[in-house]
């Protein structure tokens, strides 16, 4: 089958088999072009509610496809490609996190939603880069714990200094490899442009740029801009995006470094194969798995609206 045949099998197969197909916003366009919902974790998170179909393909990292099964329990949710992790979130484990209570007991936890769900169990509330400002500044908490990424937590930490922030984890490695220096460089080859990066980059770079929000924020930002030059900082995938969507407007990536393998290993084959249950794999979680990884996630949705 050639791309278009695929493409149209799989429309034509998820609606027979009751699928909800959804893809986070750094899939390719041809995946984007076969799913019910494209958007950032937070968007993903809330759609996996909303989905009226018994079968969600989540075409995206584990920790996504896991957020689902926790949010909506009774549907048969699927990683089209099993292999498809976030080093970051392999970073810390739920005894990690366990440990640094002991030793911040007056922190409130606060984790990143690229964690495990088995990590979400041990924490307080959950934040996406969307909704992280909204949900740490309306929570009452004063100490917050920040896990997994300082930059993200550090990003937040600047603008809400009212609180005391304590970080641990490492960050995203795709987004670490964005420096200072590549955006003095961008600024002197394309002085008309404006800078938007994600706030998983580190502190020099969101500290240089015109504007850090989610995979969406940035999308968004450059479609409602009224300028037409843009120099992207966040998985490269995106500058494909806004070229297609936006032809009238030009973009450029601010380091070709920041690609993430496990967000470009997905394809429409996989999607098909996932379907017809030859590939892909089924995320199956304990009934006590759920219930405890989901506390700290109502919390986002309650908190992020
Ligand atoms: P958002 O889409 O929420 O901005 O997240 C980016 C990311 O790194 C997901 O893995
Ligand atoms: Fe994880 Fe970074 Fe890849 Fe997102 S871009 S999935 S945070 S490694």
């Known amino acids: ?63 996504m496809a896991e957020t689902v099964k926790t949010l909506a329990p009774d549907k048969h949710v699927f990683l089209a490609n099993a292999k498809a992790g976030c080093p970051m979130a392999d970073q810390l484990s739920r005894e990690d996190v366990l ?40 929570m009452p908490e004063e100490k917050i714990l920040f896990v997994p990424d300082p930059n993200l937590g550090g990003w937040i930490a600047n603008q809400i200094t009212e609180k005391t922030f304590a970080f641990s984890g490492e960050g995203c ?27 998983e980059c580190i502190a020099e770079v969101t500290e240089l740029a015109d504007y850090a929000g989610s995979t969406t924020g940035i999308m968004k930002y450059a479609k409602e801009s009224s300028r037409s030059e843009f120099v992207i900082g966040t998985e490269n995938s995106i500058v494909d995006h806004l070229r297609i969507e936006c032809p009238d407007k030009v973009f450029y990536s601010l380091s070709e470094k920041c690609v993430c393998e496990n967000m470009r290993i997905t394809t429409l084959e996989n999607v098909y194969d996932c379907i017809m249950g030859t590939a892909g794999e089924e995320i199956i979680l304990s009934p006590q ?13 309650e908190l992020g609206g």
């Open 1 to 63: 089958m050639n791309k278009q045949e695929l493409q149209e099998e799989i429309l034509r197969l998820k609606k027979e088999k009751d699928i909800c197909i959804l893809a986070h916003a750094y899939q390719d366009h041809e995946l984007w072009e076969i799913a019910d919902y494209m958007g950032d974790s937070y968007g993903l998170s809330l759609q996996a509610q909303k989905a009226p179909q018994k079968n969600v393909i989540m075409c995206g990292v584990r920790f």
């Open 99 to 138: 440990e640094l209570k002991e030793k911040y007991p007056e922190h409130t936890v606060c984790a990143y939603i690229n964690t495990t769900a088995d990590l979400k169990r041990a924490v307080d509330v959950i934040v996406t880069s969307s909704s992280a400002m909204k949900i740490i500044g309306n």
């Open 173 to 199: 490695p795709s987004h670490r490899m964005i420096t200072a220096d590549d955006v003095k460089r961008a600024r002197e080859l394309h002085p008309d442009a404006e800078i938007l990066v994600h706030p």
């Open 289 to 301: 798995e759920i219930e405890e990884s989901r506390k700290p996630i109502d919390r986002m949705i």
